[in-house]
């Protein structure tokens, strides 16, 4: 059983001297699809893209005034939370965020410090609320990434619209494959159904419990900063934590993973170390 | 221990149901390089191409007149074994083929049965001999696959001719980044140097020892058949054995394959069956 746990803990240590970076690389612009393929997707490895999307005229135009104007008297489902935290853990349940329908125009009240309110809010959804319910705004960006659909064969499966504020920050560490979203118009804490479908994992890595959570001391997280302008290709299967220095919009475009033979290892390596302890 | 093992068991048949085949599939003509990517080389998965390379000359002029015309004379390595097996496991040796100079003529005189000679023959090399041995046969072919070139960014590290008898077969299963070519002249016993590096196995397929082997009775061989203008795309990592059901020749085109994410995968359950036993 040493031997095997021995083979867990060399593999992250191979992986890094076979072919992961210690650090997100910059690319100068979009490659061409294949290139893509064959240097980031099939790798999965992630890359940040500069100068992909500088004809986009929410660059320029996405500001409060605009946004007030274009889409101020929609109704929003907004995440509130007493501290930023839209998912965390007590006990053995976690608190999900109250989801809040309110103006797009009192979001930005709140955003931008006109108006006091107890609470950190965040838009963070993954229904494809860009598409769904702001049609309004979609003018000003691509509908999807032409290089990135044209590499995986396919349009992207949902386009999300991001805006939060400095204290919002996504304490989910989540597969996307099986990330689930919940309607939920109240706070309240529901069961964790079943660990192996809804990932959430109980480790702030802001804050680690290294005493629940001593195998977290081996991880070696890679950090990276995307400023306005800029686009993160983040792959599949890889566990993440976001935080935002200010308050700032982000268009996600969730391109569905495939289940092939890396979410076959994945699989593989997850029931291991379950197997394991 | 047990839940370790049950974990590897489970790998093969979770691969099954996610993405592989139990045939090999056919497809009708090369596809774009893109495509060749995402759908075999990425999810490592082999296919059968049919119309590849119809323009080829070699497909109707590679005859035993034509090549006698155009190589009779040269002198060429083939190996030469008393059973077909050109590498055969002998207590804890094994025994490698005599590598025979004679002329390409000579050899033919054999496969045709114009001459009878003890003993089967089989020029089957990894050095690139069609390129660099028999420059004069390289105009009938290309000596890449453009559409495959291109996918991976490279040309291939070797353009091999093979060409044996109907009782010529590989009997060895290795991994194509690690196999290693022998040049000794006669027939001798060489010791097995590291098991990691030279990984000949000891089973042979078509008549598989389960006793020492029992585990092979799990494995799930995929047989297919390549026909004459058909082009086999066989993966990197994947385990075969060739028999010919005639006098044949081929052309191997050997794209070295990348240590990434797939190879790093692939050492963790090569470690880990190792660890358990």
Request: a negative charge.
């Amino acid at each position: 059983m040493d031997a095997v746990k021995e083979c867990l803990r060399n593999f992250p240590k191979e992986a890094r001297e076979l072919y992961l970076n210690d650090a997100v690389p910059y690319l100068d612009g979009p490659l061409s699809p294949l290139q893509v393929y064959r240097e980031w997707i099939g790798p999965n490895k992630p890359c940040i893209i500069r100068n992909a999307f500088s004809d986009w005229p929410a660059l320029s135009k996405w500001n409060p005034t605009y946004l007030r104007e274009k889409v101020g008297s929609k109704v929003i489902s907004v995440a509130v939370t007493p501290n930023g935290y839209a998912d965390a853990v007590n006990g053995d349940r976690f608190v999900m965020p109250e989801e809040r329908q309110m103006t797009f125009s009192s979001l930005l009240d709140i955003i931008e410090g006109k108006v006091k309110s107890n609470g950190v809010f965040y838009v963070q959804k993954q229904c494809s609320n860009l598409t769904e319910e702001l049609p309004e705004l979609t003018g000003d960006v691509q509908t999807h990434i032409p290089w990135m659909s044209e590499a995986l064969g396919k349009h992207p499966d949902a386009v999300n619209f991001w805006l939060g504020e400095k204290s919002a920050v996504t304490s989910k560490l989540y597969q996307p494959a099986t990330y689930r979203q919940k309607e939920d118009g109240n706070f309240e804490t529901v069961d964790e159904e079943d660990s192996t479908k809804v990932p959430w994992i109980p480790l702030d890595p802001l804050n680690p419990d290294y005493e629940r959570y001593p195998s977290y001391k081996l991880a070696k997280p890679v950090r990276c900063i995307v400023k306005a302008g800029e686009m993160l290709y983040l792959p599949s299967l890889w566990f993440h934590h976001v935080q935002q220095s200010h308050g700032c919009i982000a268009v996600n475009f969730w391109y569905d993973m495939e289940y092939d033979i890396k979410y076959n290892y994945f699989q593989l390596v997850e029931s291991l170390t379950n197997a394991v302890g």
